[in-house]
DNA sequence: GCTGAAATCACACATTA
DNA sequence: TAATGTGTGATTTCAGC
C-alpha cells in the first residue's frame, strides 16, 4: 500500500541536484536550497527511506566501454500465460546485454533494449536468448544509429508549493 | 580521438560495486578488492577523470512519483536533412517528459521514451510538441504495460585478466 | 538550527616490484 | 619508474542539545 510522501520547493530542488551529482557534500547543497547543513543531510536521509530516491550510484557509459552496439528486439510470444510472461520475463532480468525490458500494447508482446559488443555479438545473443528461448513465435531487429538522448533524471518543477507523491512498499 | 584505458580485474569488481551503490565509504570498497584504501580512492578518481565513470547521481523512481505513465512514440519527419534532423533532437533534448531519444533504422525515424503523469499530460504533450513540431510526418504512440527491466548497470566480467577500453573525448 | 565527536576523505612520503 | 601501501591533517557526517 503506498504512503504518501510530500515534496516541498525545497525537496524538489535537492532532488535536481542529487540527480546530477550526488557526490557533493551536504553543505554545498544545504547553502545552494537555503538551509543550514544536518537539515540538508535530515531531508536527504528522509528521501531515500521513503524510497523516493530508489538508488545512489555510478553511472557508467556502455559506449565508452566497447558496447557500442544497441539493438531493439520486438518479441511475441507463443503461449501467453501469465506463467510464460513471468518466465520470459525472468529470463531477460538474469541476461546482462538486456537493458531494457517491457511488456507492450500493439501488435508485438515485449520490447527489448539490448547492449552488445557487435553484430556478432547481437548475433550469439539473439541465438541464445531468444530464438533458443522455445516461447518465441517471431522476432523482429531494430537498429538506434544514433542514441540522441538518455536521461536518467525526472525534472522537478521548483516554482510549485508542494506535490503530494505516491511512495510504493 | 578516443584514449585507451586498460581495466584490470580490480576495477571491473570496483566499477560492478559503484554501480549498485557509489555512497559506500572507499575503505569498505577497498576491504572487498583487497587493496588499500588510497588506492582504492584513487582508481576511483582515474575512472571518473578517464569518463569510465560518467557520472555520480541519485536514482528517482518515475513510478513512484505520479509519473506512472510511460509511453513509446515512433516518429517520421518531413524533412530529413541534417539541419531538421539535429533541430529534432536538440528539441527532444529540453523536453523533459523525453526521457530517450533514438535515431533508428526501419520505417520510421525516431523512437523515443517519453514519461508523463497520466494520459491527459501525454495528449498535450503529444499535441505541444510532436504534432505542434511542423516537420513531423506522421507518428505513432505504443503503450508499454509493464518495465519488466530497466539496468543502469552493465555488468562486467571479473574473471578476465585486462580489458581495452575506448574512452571518448 | 547549532555544536562537537566520530568517521571519512585526501594528501605527502616511504616502499616494493 | 610507476604503482601500492602507511601515516597524518583537513572535511564531512551525524548525534545530542
Redesign the pocket.
Known amino acids: 500500500m503506498p504512503k504518501l510522501h510530500a515534496l516541498d520547493r525545497v525537496d524538489r530542488k535537492l532532488l535536481n541536484l542529487l540527480q546530477k551529482d550526488n557526490q557533493?557534500?551536504?553543505?554545498?547543497l544545504?547553502e545552494k536550497v537555503?538551509?543550514?547543513?544536518?537539515?540538508?543531510?535530515?531531508r536527504?536521509?528522509e528521501l531515500r527511506e521513503a524510497g523516493v530516491i530508489s538508488a545512489d550510484v555510478a553511472l557508467v557509459d556502455p559506449f565508452a566501454l566497447g558496447y557500442g552496439m544497441l539493438a531493439f528486439l520486438e518479441v511475441s510470444l507463443n503461449n501467453q500465460s501469465d506463467e510464460h510472461m513471468q518466465e520470459f520475463e525472468a529470463r531477460m532480468g538474469k541476461e546482462a546485454e538486456v537493458m531494457q525490458c517491457y511488456f507492450v500494447s500493439g501488435d508485438y508482446d515485449y520490447f527489448l533494449v539490448v547492449h552488445v559488443i557487435d553484430m556478432d555479438a547481437y548475433y550469439q545473443f539473439v541465438r541464445r536468448v531468444i530464438s533458443g528461448s522455445g516461447n518465441v513465435r517471431h522476432f523482429q531487429s531494430r537498429f538506434p544509429m544514433k542514441r540522441a538522448k538518455f536521461a536518467t533524471r525526472i525534472a522537478f518543477d521548483e516554482k510549485q508549493a508542494e506535490v503530494q507523491v505516491r511512495v510504493p512498499k
Open positions: 557533493t557534500p551536504t553543505r554545498t544545504a537555503h538551509i543550514s547543513q544536518p537539515t540538508c543531510l535530515r536527504i536521509r
